[in-house]
C-alpha cells in the first residue's frame, strides 16, 4: 500500500506555507503532488468540521469561494491541457496550423502538446482496470471510467480501500441539549474520541484517513425510523397480505439504516416483519464485511440475521430479475455515480466529449473529441426528450452575446465543461430491466458550494490531518479523493420517469422528515432541530 508516500507528501506541502499565498491557493497543487510526487509548494487551510462532505451545508463561507476564485483559475491552467488528437479537423478555421481548429480549446497557452500519445495509447474502461493493482499509466479513458476507477477499482479505489465511516457511539440525546451549537459541540467531541481511538488501535496517527458521516448515523436511530415508516406506510396500503416486504438498499455503509428499519418494523409491526426481506448490494467488499459484522455484534442485531443477504456486487452487474414488488433505495448514492464530461463548441453548440489521458510518469491531460460514444449520445437524447428541451446549458443561448465574447483576448473556443449522469442513466436502465415492479426511494444532495467549475460540476476533496482539503480538479491521484456531484432532480425525475415509466414525487429533505419522522425527538431545548436543518440542500424523490 503507497500510504505511506502519500503521507510524505501530504507532510511536505503543509510544512512549508508560501508566504503570498491566501488558505486555498495551492489546493490544486496537492493533486499535482499526488499525480507527479515534485511539486512541493505548500499551504494552510483553515480548518473545517469533518462532517460527511462538509461543505455540503449551505452555511459555508461564499465569500471566501469568491475572493479564491482567482487562484482557482490559475491552477487550473497548470492541470488541465486542452489538446486535439485528429488528423482530419471538422470545421476549421482557415488559416490555422494543422493542430488548431474550432473545437479544440485555446485558454491553455503553455499546454504540451499530447496528441502522438494520444493517438498511440490504447482506450481503456474501468471494467478493464478491475484487475489492476497498480494505477495504470500510458492510457486513455473517458471522463467516466477515470471517475469510476478512482471511486471503485477495488485494489486502489477511494471506497474500496480508504474511506471511513464516522459513527458517533451512543445516539444523540437532542433533548438534553441546549441549542443547535451544543450539537456542534458535541459532535466535534465525539468525531476527535473517534479518531484518537482508531489510531490507538493501529498504533500510530493516520494522517490521511478519508473520514465521512451519513445521516442515518448523526440522527440514529430517528431517521432510519422514518425511512421505516415510509416504507411500512407504502407496504400496508399497495402489497399486504399479497406479498411479502421486499427491501433493496444499495450502498448501505455500515449497515445501521437496515438495522435501524428493521428493528423499528419488529417493534411495531411484528406480523409484516415476519414477512420482510432485507437484501444489499455493496459494490466495496471491505465495507460488506463491516455489514456483516454489524449484523452480528449485538444479540438484538443478531435476530435479524435470517432476514439478512449481503451481496457484494455493482449494481451494474446485477443479471436477475427480480418480479416481486419491491422498494429500492438509494440513500446519498447518486452523488457518486460516475459521469461524463461535454464541452460545446461556441460557434455551432456542437458536444465534445472529454477522455483523460494517463502519460508515462501518472501525469493527467484531457483531450475533447467532437465524436460522442454511445452511453453520452443516448443520454442527450434521452434527457431532451425527457425534458422538452427545457434544461441548463453551460453557455450562453444568446448567439449574439457568444459571438461578442469571442472576439475578446484570449477567449476559449469551448464551452465551460458539463457533466452528464450517464452511470445514473444505467443504473435507471438496470431498475427497468430487472426489477420491473420496484419502487424507489433516494436521497441525495441538489447543489453542492466550492465545486469545480462547470455545470453539474463536482465536489473533489481529501483529508489531510483530519482537515477536509477541497481541489479544483476531478483529475487527482485515483483512491484519495471523494469526487461527488450534485443532482439535478428536475432532469433525473423526468429521465427516471421516461426509462421506467413510473410516476414519482419530489421533495426537500425537510418535507419529507416532518411527513415521516418524529421531529421532536431531535428538538433541541432551544427548539431548534438538527434534523431539519442539516440538510437544506438534500432532496428526496420516491416512485409513487
Same mark, same amino acid.
Given at each position: 500500500?503507497?500510504?505511506?508516500?502519500?503521507?510524505?507528501?501530504?507532510?511536505?506541502?503543509?510544512?512549508?506555507?508560501? %508566504?503570498?499565498?491566501? =488558505?486555498?491557493? #495551492? &489546493?490544486?497543487? *496537492?493533486?499535482?503532488?499526488?499525480?507527479?510526487?515534485?511539486?512541493?509548494?505548500?499551504? @494552510?487551510?483553515?480548518?473545517?468540521?469533518?462532517? +460527511?462532505?462538509?461543505?455540503?451545508?449551505?452555511?459555508?463561507?461564499?465569500?471566501?469561494?469568491?475572493?479564491?476564485?482567482?487562484? @482557482?483559475?490559475?491552477?487550473?491552467?497548470?492541470?488541465?491541457?486542452?489538446? !486535439?488528437?485528429?488528423?482530419?479537423?471538422?470545421?476549421?478555421?482557415?488559416?490555422?496550423?494543422?493542430?488548431?481548429?474550432?473545437?479544440?480549446?485555446?485558454?491553455? &497557452?503553455? =499546454? *504540451?502538446?499530447?496528441?502522438?500519445?494520444?493517438?498511440?495509447?490504447?482506450?481503456?474502461?474501468?471494467n478493464d482496470l478491475r484487475s489492476r493493482?497498480?494505477?495504470?499509466?500510458?492510457? +486513455?479513458?473517458?471522463?467516466?471510467?477515470?471517475?469510476?476507477?478512482?471511486?471503485?477499482? /477495488?485494489?486502489?479505489?477511494?471506497? !474500496? +480501500?480508504?474511506?471511513?465511516?464516522?459513527? /458517533?457511539?451512543?445516539?444523540?440525546?437532542? #433533548?438534553?441539549?441546549?441549542?443547535?451549537?451544543?450539537?456542534?459541540?458535541?459532535?466535534?467531541?465525539?468525531?476527535?474520541?473517534?479518531?484518537?481511538?482508531?489510531?490507538?488501535? $493501529?498504533?500510530?496517527?493516520?494522517?490521511?484517513?478519508?473520514?465521512?458521516?451519513?445521516?442515518?448515523?448523526?440522527?440514529?436511530?430517528?431517521?432510519?425510523?422514518?425511512?421505516?415508516?415510509?416504507? *411500512?406506510?407504502?407496504?400496508?396500503?399497495?402489497?399486504?397480505?399479497?406479498?411479502?416486504?421486499?427491501?433493496?438498499?444499495?450502498?448501505?455503509?455500515?449497515?445501521? &439504516?437496515?438495522?435501524?428499519?428493521?428493528?423499528?418494523?419488529?417493534?411495531?409491526?411484528?406480523?409484516?416483519?415476519?414477512?420482510t426481506k432485507y437484501k444489499i448490494i455493496?459494490?466495496? !467488499?471491505?465495507?460488506?464485511?463491516?455489514?456483516?459484522?454489524?449484523?452480528?455484534?449485538?444479540?438484538? =442485531?443478531?435476530?435479524?440475521?435470517?432476514?439478512?443477504?449481503?451481496?457484494?456486487?455493482?449494481?451494474?452487474?446485477?443479471?436477475?430479475?427480480?418480479?416481486?414488488?419491491?422498494?429500492?433505495?438509494?440513500?446519498?448514492?447518486?452523488?457518486?455515480?460516475?459521469?461524463?464530461?461535454?464541452?460545446?463548441?461556441? #460557434?455551432?453548440?456542437? %458536444?465534445?466529449?472529454?477522455?483523460?489521458?494517463?502519460?508515462?510518469?501518472? #501525469?493527467?491531460?484531457?483531450?475533447?473529441?467532437?465524436?460522442?460514444?454511445?452511453?453520452? $449520445?443516448?443520454?442527450?437524447?434521452?434527457?431532451?426528450?425527457?425534458?422538452?428541451?427545457?434544461?441548463?446549458? /453551460?453557455?450562453? =443561448?444568446?448567439?449574439?452575446?457568444?459571438?461578442?465574447? !469571442?472576439?475578446?483576448?484570449?477567449?476559449?473556443? *469551448?464551452?465551460?465543461?458539463?457533466?452528464?449522469?450517464?452511470?445514473?442513466?444505467?443504473?435507471?436502465?438496470?431498475?427497468?430491466?430487472?426489477?420491473?415492479? @420496484?419502487?424507489?426511494?433516494?436521497?441525495?444532495?441538489?447543489?453542492?458550494?466550492?465545486?469545480?467549475?462547470?455545470?453539474?460540476?463536482?465536489?473533489?476533496?481529501?483529508?489531510?490531518?483530519?482537515?477536509?482539503? /477541497?481541489?479544483?480538479?476531478?483529475?487527482?491521484?485515483?483512491?484519495?479523493?471523494?469526487?461527488?456531484?450534485?443532482?439535478?432532480?428536475?432532469?433525473?425525475?423526468?429521465?427516471?420517469?421516461?426509462?421506467?415509466? +413510473?410516476?414519482?414525487?419530489?421533495?426537500?429533505?425537510?418535507?419529507?422528515?416532518?411527513?415521516?419522522?418524529?421531529?421532536?425527538?431531535?428538538?433541541?431545548?432551544?427548539?431548534?432541530?438538527?434534523?431539519?436543518?442539516?440538510?437544506?440542500?438534500?432532496?428526496?424523490?420516491?416512485?409513487?
Amino acid at each position: 500500500m503507497d500510504s505511506p508516500i502519500v503521507a510524505q507528501l501530504f507532510r511536505q506541502l503543509f510544512r512549508h506555507p508560501h %508566504p503570498a499565498c491566501q =488558505s486555498r491557493r #495551492n &489546493l490544486a497543487t *496537492l493533486s499535482s503532488c499526488l499525480q507527479h510526487g515534485r511539486r512541493r509548494t505548500a499551504h @494552510h487551510h483553515d480548518h473545517d468540521h469533518d462532517h +460527511k462532505r462538509q461543505h455540503h451545508h449551505q452555511h459555508q463561507h461564499q465569500h471566501q469561494h469568491q475572493r479564491q476564485h482567482h487562484y @482557482h483559475e490559475q491552477a487550473r491552467a497548470h492541470q488541465r491541457r486542452h489538446l !486535439s488528437g485528429r488528423n482530419t479537423i471538422r470545421g476549421a478555421n482557415k488559416g490555422l496550423p494543422a493542430t488548431e481548429s474550432h473545437w479544440q480549446q485555446r485558454t491553455e &497557452l503553455f =499546454s *504540451l502538446n499530447m496528441a502522438d500519445e494520444y493517438k498511440a495509447y490504447p482506450t481503456v474502461t474501468a471494467n478493464d482496470l478491475r484487475s489492476r493493482r497498480e494505477r495504470p499509466r500510458r492510457v +486513455k479513458m473517458l471522463m467516466r471510467d477515470f471517475i469510476e476507477d478512482s471511486l471503485y477499482n /477495488p485494489h486502489y479505489g477511494y471506497f !474500496s +480501500k480508504q474511506v471511513v465511516i464516522f459513527s /458517533p457511539g451512543e445516539p444523540f440525546d437532542f #433533548n438534553l441539549l441546549p441549542d443547535e451549537p451544543a450539537f456542534h459541540a458535541e459532535l466535534a467531541r465525539r468525531y476527535t474520541a473517534f479518531e484518537d481511538e482508531l489510531d490507538a488501535r $493501529a498504533g500510530g496517527r493516520d494522517t490521511t484517513r478519508q473520514l465521512w458521516h451519513t445521516p442515518t448515523e448523526l440522527f440514529r436511530p430517528y431517521y432510519g425510523e422514518a425511512v421505516a415508516r415510509y416504507l *411500512l406506510s407504502n407496504y400496508v396500503m399497495t402489497g399486504y397480505p399479497y406479498h411479502d416486504l421486499i427491501i433493496y438498499e444499495m450502498g448501505a455503509g455500515r449497515g445501521t &439504516l437496515m438495522l435501524n428499519i428493521l428493528d423499528y418494523i419488529r417493534d411495531v409491526e411484528p406480523a409484516v416483519y415476519d414477512r420482510t426481506k432485507y437484501k444489499i448490494i455493496e459494490i466495496s !467488499s471491505s465495507l460488506a464485511a463491516l455489514q456483516n459484522q454489524q449484523l452480528l455484534a449485538t444479540a438484538a =442485531s443478531r435476530g435479524h440475521a435470517d432476514k439478512v443477504e449481503i451481496i457484494n456486487k455493482s449494481i451494474f452487474d446485477w443479471d436477475a430479475c427480480v418480479p416481486s414488488p419491491c422498494f429500492f433505495l438509494a440513500m446519498e448514492v447518486f452523488d457518486n455515480f460516475a459521469h461524463d464530461v461535454l464541452r460545446y463548441d461556441l #460557434n455551432t453548440e456542437e %458536444p465534445l466529449q472529454g477522455t483523460v489521458l494517463i502519460d508515462v510518469h501518472g #501525469n493527467f491531460y484531457e483531450f475533447y473529441e467532437p465524436v460522442l460514444d454511445p452511453v453520452a $449520445a443516448r443520454y442527450l437524447r434521452v434527457r431532451h426528450a425527457a425534458t422538452g428541451g427545457a434544461y441548463r446549458v /453551460p453557455y450562453s =443561448s444568446s448567439r449574439l452575446l457568444r459571438r461578442f465574447r !469571442s472576439t475578446l483576448p484570449f477567449a476559449p473556443n *469551448l464551452s465551460d465543461p458539463e457533466y452528464i449522469p450517464t452511470r445514473l442513466m444505467q443504473f435507471f436502465d438496470v431498475l427497468e430491466r430487472y426489477f420491473p415492479a @420496484h419502487r424507489l426511494l433516494t436521497s441525495d444532495f441538489h447543489t453542492l458550494p466550492d465545486a469545480v467549475r462547470g455545470l453539474n460540476s463536482p465536489v473533489v476533496q481529501t483529508r489531510y490531518e483530519r482537515r477536509t482539503i /477541497p481541489v479544483t480538479t476531478p483529475l487527482v491521484h485515483q483512491g484519495y479523493f471523494d469526487i461527488l456531484f450534485p443532482t439535478d432532480f428536475r432532469v433525473m425525475e423526468a429521465v427516471y420517469r421516461a426509462l421506467t415509466g +413510473k410516476l414519482t414525487r419530489c421533495f426537500s429533505h425537510e418535507a419529507f422528515v416532518r411527513s415521516w419522522a418524529y421531529v421532536e425527538d431531535t428538538r433541541t431545548r432551544s427548539g431548534e432541530n438538527p434534523l431539519l436543518t442539516w440538510y437544506r440542500n438534500a432532496s428526496v424523490m420516491v416512485t409513487v
